[in-house]
């Protein structure tokens, strides 16, 4: 079963065709990868996904329901969440309260509004930050950690929501090696464990090798091929467009 | 609640009723100090937690200025002959009529300023950064030239408030009514945001500050959170109005109620002193300011605009995060940020 389908969407800038005819589907509790070259359209395909901007055509459905019409916020509460390829955290805030924020019962209804934030949350917090490995800066500002560890961090909040399926943007751009071998343990674990249906966009093709089992690759804003990692790799287009021809 | 801020503030609630006896001569002052307090505290939720830079605040001020006063008049007498005829020489408040008047004039001074801020906010709160406060800007201006030009509250040459009742005698009566009215605001005022500060609530307009963008995708609807913050602000700033409305007596369009010129741009300077974005940062600067404030005017009359630029600029490069910021910068391990060095194993295990 699919939960997420994209089917023929087009978007442009002006006279840049960001994405022409982008059709994707990513099974339930699988983990997919998107490469491609700079510029052929992967970030601006996530930001379709979650509504960043309206599409030009196509439809767009999560989970059986149609998504390209709804703004952020609303996606994000049916549990498609991405994270940024600039970390986005919330630098002057510390990593426990960057945590709790992120959880899903930030926005209920209009009576809660001023409520108190649950004690057993700071818990659940702390159990996320650890499993990151940021367990010992977690009274820090998030602001003041380091690049690598502001990813970890926005990986963590991400969890902290429980959301279905999570678009990652570089997950490992930036990030030393032995931390990248982490994440990308972490990553698998977080699709096992937690069942969480992931699609990561990726350079690095030594991650993106050995964590997807499926990987589309786009191409100055077309869908220049799709299939198994090995397919992938021994495909001649992709090598011409992306891999380097030798 | 911990023991030593059980002590702090049941000595400040002590220091605060028992200031009007102990100095009895600076009891406006207080007063003022009281409301300066309110105000530099509701801006810091916009200003400081939420990042958005209000100028506008000011509009609710003199909102409920006009609104308590014209209530207090207008549940008694016409409206428009009191404004006319420079009120109180042709009409007097009992002083029954001037408590209920006062009563249910800061009632409507709370609410209908707080309607307004959820109609402007959700014209304007989608306005970020200097967009945002160039257009409360215009807010603040636009409503004293609006105000100067309505007959019935007394257009340019002002409305006249009614006067403490004659029947109380008792020469200190007015000065400590006004204070405690200000005082109760001010520990209200406190209760509320302390309050907020131990909530979601606080950290969602954290969130907004810090990265709004990723507030959204993390699936918060920053907009609804901006309105109610703004909406709050502008209840207390509406309480504030009304109250220094009764205090100062006489309320211009321009020079009293929406005076954007000093007030508005004093409740931002008195947060960015203290240190905006935090609890104690504007009542600590409300107070440094206000003191410095009355100083200038006192000694170095004729030059004290000159003082209070110098001050300014000596705040925005000395302490661009304010004194609770320079602290904060200075000592991090008081304000809670320090690395768990037990756990620093837990670090070397991740590979």
Redesign the interface.
Request: proline content about 2%; charged content about 30%; hydrophobic content about 40%.
């Given at each position: 079963m699919s939960i997420l389908e994209v089917k023929n969407v087009s978007k442009s800038f002006g006279g840049v065709k960001a994405n022409e005819n982008i059709s994707i589907n990513v099974k339930q509790g699988s983990i997919v990868g998107l490469i491609g070259p700079n510029g052929s359209g992967k970030t601006t395909l996530f930001n379709s996904i979650?509504g960043t901007h309206p599409i030009d055509k196509g439809s767009i459905k999560f989970d059986n329901k149609e998504v390209s019409e709804l703004?952020?916020?609303?996606v994000?509460?049916l549990g498609l969440?991405?994270t940024?390829q600039q970390t986005?955290?919330?630098?002057?805030?510390?990593c426990v309260?960057n945590m709790?924020?992120?959880h899903?019962?930030?926005?209920q209804g209009f009576a809660k509004?001023?409520?108190?934030?649950p004690p057993d949350l700071t818990e659940r917090a702390e159990n996320l930050l650890?499993f990151?490995?940021l367990?010992?800066?977690?009274?820090?500002?998030a602001?003041?950690l380091s690049f690598g560890q502001q990813k970890l961090l926005e990986l963590a909040?991400a969890l902290m929501?429980e959301p279905k399926m999570l678009l990652l943007d570089e997950p490992t751009a930036g990030i030393n090696p032995?931390?990248i071998?982490?994440i990308i343990d972490r990553l698998i674990k977080i699709n096992k464990e937690y069942g969480i249906t992931l699609l990561v966009i990726e350079h690095n093709m030594r991650v993106i090798m050995s964590l997807a089992q499926k990987i589309f690759c786009l191409a100055h804003g077309q869908m220049l091929a799709d299939g198994t990692p090995e397919q992938i790799k021994n495909d001649k287009r992709v090598i011409d467009a992306y891999l380097g021809a030798q | 609640m911990k023991k030593s801020d059980l002590i702090l503030y049941s000595g400040l609630i002590i220091f605060g009723l028992a200031a009007p006896y102990l100095f009895p001569a600076f009891k406006v002052q207080l007063t003022i100090l009281c409301i300066l307090i309110v105000l530099a505290m509701t801006w810091n939720l916009q200003g400081g937690e939420m990042g958005y830079n209000s100028f506008g605040n000011i509009l609710f001020y003199g909102l409920g200025m006009y609104l308590c006063a014209s209530v207090q008049v207008g549940m008694f007498f016409p409206l428009a002959e009191w404004t006319e005829s420079g009120g109180e020489k042709t009409f007097e408040h009992t002083t029954s009529q001037f408590f209920q008047g006062m009563g249910f004039g800061l009632l409507v001074a709370a609410l209908i300023p707080t309607i307004v801020a959820g109609l402007i906010g959700y014209a304007i709160l989608g306005l970020r950064g200097h967009y945002f406060a160039i257009c409360t800007l215009g807010l603040g201006i636009a409503a004293g030239e609006i105000a100067g030009g309505i007959e019935i509250i007394g257009a340019g040459q002002g409305f006249t408030t009614p006067p403490f009742p004659k029947d109380i005698v008792n020469p200190e009566a007015r000065g400590e009514f006004f204070y405690f009215l200000s005082f109760i605001l001010l520990i209200a005022t406190f209760i509320f945001i302390k309050?907020?500060y131990?909530?979601?609530?606080k950290?969602?307009l954290?969130?907004i500050?810090?990265?709004e963008?990723?507030?959204?995708?993390?699936?918060?609807?920053?907009m609804k959170?901006k309105i109610?913050g703004w909406m709050v602000s502008a209840f207390f700033c509406g309480l504030a109005g009304g109250i220094m409305g009764g205090l100062i007596g006489y309320i211009d369009s321009t020079d009293v109620a929406f005076d954007g010129r000093e007030m508005g741009v004093f409740m931002v300077l008195m947060a960015i002193l203290g240190g905006k974005?935090t609890l104690w940062g504007p009542i600590i600067g409300a107070t440094l300011f206000h003191i410095f404030k009355e100083g200038f005017w006192t000694i170095l009359l004729g030059w004290q605009y000159v003082a209070l630029g110098v001050l300014i600029v000596v705040i925005v490069i000395y302490f661009p995060e304010g004194l609770m910021g320079w602290l904060r910068e200075k000592y991090p391990e008081r304000f809670?940020?320090?690395?768990?060095?037990?756990?620093?194993k837990?670090?070397v295990?991740?590979?």
């Open positions: 979650v703004p952020v916020p609303v994000a509460k969440l991405r940024f986005r955290i919330y630098s002057k805030l510390n309260e709790l924020i992120s899903k019962a930030s926005d509004i001023f409520s108190k934030i650890n990151v490995g367990h010992q800066k977690r009274n820090l500002r602001g003041d909040m929501n032995t931390l071998n982490g | 309050w907020i131990g909530s979601r609530f950290l969602i954290n969130a500050r810090d990265n963008d990723k507030a959204e995708a993390m699936g918060i609807e920053t959170y109610v974005g809670g940020e320090v690395i768990d060095e037990k756990d620093r837990a670090q295990e991740l590979k």
